[in-house]
């Protein structure tokens, strides 16, 4: 017998003092926050030109940020199921999952914080080698840690990782700002390179081809590949739902979060599709994009306006700056959340004066650090964070279904069809296809060594050692597979 609530959920009490959640962004700050996801995955998508053909990198981006849009109008439905809980998709799958078996919260919480935290340590260190081969050329020298070769890129890194800390620290606003002067700047550099190739005359589609699809020597006939890039491109593509995790932030979340999960969707959509087939076309070849899948965009951009190149290469790290600045936002929230939600050390469960959750971001921060200076495998950390992460999205939509089956008179201010329930059968189908695939076969995307693996498994594995503690330890509860205490049976 169902307990679901009749009544609407309660709005959350505009927060004025410390240690509370502000309700102070509007849409346009949602969106300056999510339009650091295109931005910053266009100036990576030269890894899939070179490795798949620029014909099936634009399909399989085009595909996966479809898959994207979809699942995004599945979110906002959630998102205004729970408007006051910080942590967005990782706390839906955990409200939904929970009655079934409770340690899938934790599972997708700690792997879809892994998947947003660990980037900064990745993007930082790219970051780092641009700006250290463009101004920076005869610094070469280098101190062993004993683990690492530390040179100059490695002091950027660090640099870059503390100012995205300071400037999430004190409150949205400023982060908010930030974005939207550079990420403004980078798409209007974006869009100055996409017009301008096809307007120049430069752009010619004999360079763009299928790659290795079709070829009978290929694994699948190069289907392999390709779909455990799909699998890869979920980590960047899917990102947009940063949207929901600012649910409790907006001033009106029914409104404001549809708006920022479906806008960003859509741009994503734009600018990657359009980047690939445009960026390829005013290439030299494929292979070029493959031998220097990010130093070919200032190339691309002196091609197109003939000079340039420097200003290209700072959009770049501009771009990723962004990107790098709402990671630490979504991470921190919903490292924050879980806390919150009991699954992790309960320290962690604190919001300072400006409403930040701003132990969860110093945890990020130190641990990153910790990953640039003593981590020199970094595709063991590329693969943590997509494991993790395509986890969390799978735990996400049969959430979806899971709430509509046993909360189906819970308040939902934004109700979707029936028909967006086969829908999410089907996402949820996808993505765990998808994740066996790039779990059995990520070696073909250039990671996915048994240490990677390892790593990617032990990030999970912590998930449950920290749930245990905190239930043990510090509630002095005992651990339970299985919560019914929000419906009787």
Not at 3 to 25: W, Y
Not at 255 to 284: E, F, H, K, M
Not at 327 to 349: E, H, P
């Amino acid at each position: 017998m169902s307990n679901s609530p009749t009544t609407s959920v309660p709005e959350a009490t505009p927060a004025t003092g410390p240690g509370r959640i502000h309700r102070n962004m509007g849409w346009r700050d949602g969106f300056a926050l999510a339009l650091s996801i295109p931005v910053g995955a266009f100036m990576l998508i030269g890894y899939s030109i070179g490795a798949l053909g620029a014909w099936t990198a634009a399909a399989l981006w085009g595909t996966s940020c479809i898959i994207a849009l979809l699942q995004n109008y599945l979110y906002a439905e959630m998102a205004a199921m729970f408007p006051d809980k910080p942590g967005g998709i990782a706390m839906y799958a955990h409200e939904a999952w929970k009655r079934y078996l409770e340690p899938v919260g934790p599972l997708a919480a700690v792997g879809y914080w892994a998947g947003w935290s660990f980037v900064l340590a990745v993007f930082s260190l790219i970051i780092g080698d641009l700006l250290t081969a463009q101004f920076f050329p005869d610094a070469t020298w280098k101190v062993s840690d004993g683990l690492v070769e530390i040179g100059p890129g490695h002091l950027i890194a660090v640099a870059a990782i503390f100012c995205v800390w300071l400037l999430n620290i004190f409150g949205v606003k400023p982060a908010v700002r930030f974005n939207k002067l550079l990420g403004g700047v980078a798409v209007i550099a974006i869009i100055v390179l996409l017009v301008g190739s096809m307007v120049t005359g430069h752009w010619s589609s004999h360079v763009l081809s299928w790659g290795k699809l079709g070829e009978t020597d290929q694994p699948w006939h190069g289907w392999q590949l390709a779909l455990v890039y799909l699998y890869v491109m979920g980590w960047t593509s899917y990102a947009t739902e940063i949207g929901a995790t600012m649910t409790p932030e907006y001033k009106d979340h029914k409104r404001d979060t549809s708006r920022v999960l479906i806008s960003s969707s859509l741009l994503s959509l734009l600018l990657l599709v359009g980047g690939v087939i445009t960026t390829a076309g005013v290439s030299s070849s494929e292979n070029a994009i493959n031998n220097d899948p990010i130093g070919y965009l200032p190339t691309a951009f002196q091609t197109v306006l003939g000079g340039g190149s420097i200003v290209m290469t700072l959009v770049i790290v501009a771009a990723l700056f962004v990107m790098m600045t709402s990671s630490t936002a979504d991470a921190g929230r919903a490292l924050y959340g879980i806390a919150k939600d009991g699954m992790v050390i309960r320290q962690l469960d604190y919001l300072n004066k400006e409403g930040m959750p701003s132990r969860a971001m110093t945890l990020d921060l130190v641990i990153n650090i910790v990953l640039v200076l003593f981590v020199g495998n970094t595709l063991g950390v590329l693969f943590a964070s997509n494991l993790g992460y395509m986890l969390a999205i799978f735990f996400a939509l049969v959430g979806f279904l899971l709430l509509r089956k046993d909360r189906p008179d819970w308040p939902r201010p934004v109700k979707r069809a029936r028909i967006w329930i086969p829908v999410a059968f089907v996402l949820a189908a996808i993505t765990a296809f998808l994740n066996v695939l790039g779990i059995m076969y990520s070696g073909v995307a250039g990671y996915g060594s048994i240490t990677d693996t390892l790593v990617g498994f032990a990030v999970l594995a912590s998930s449950l050692v920290l749930w245990a503690y905190r239930r043990i330890v510090q509630d002095r509860q005992p651990l339970r597979l299985r919560d019914r205490s929000y419906i009787g049976d």
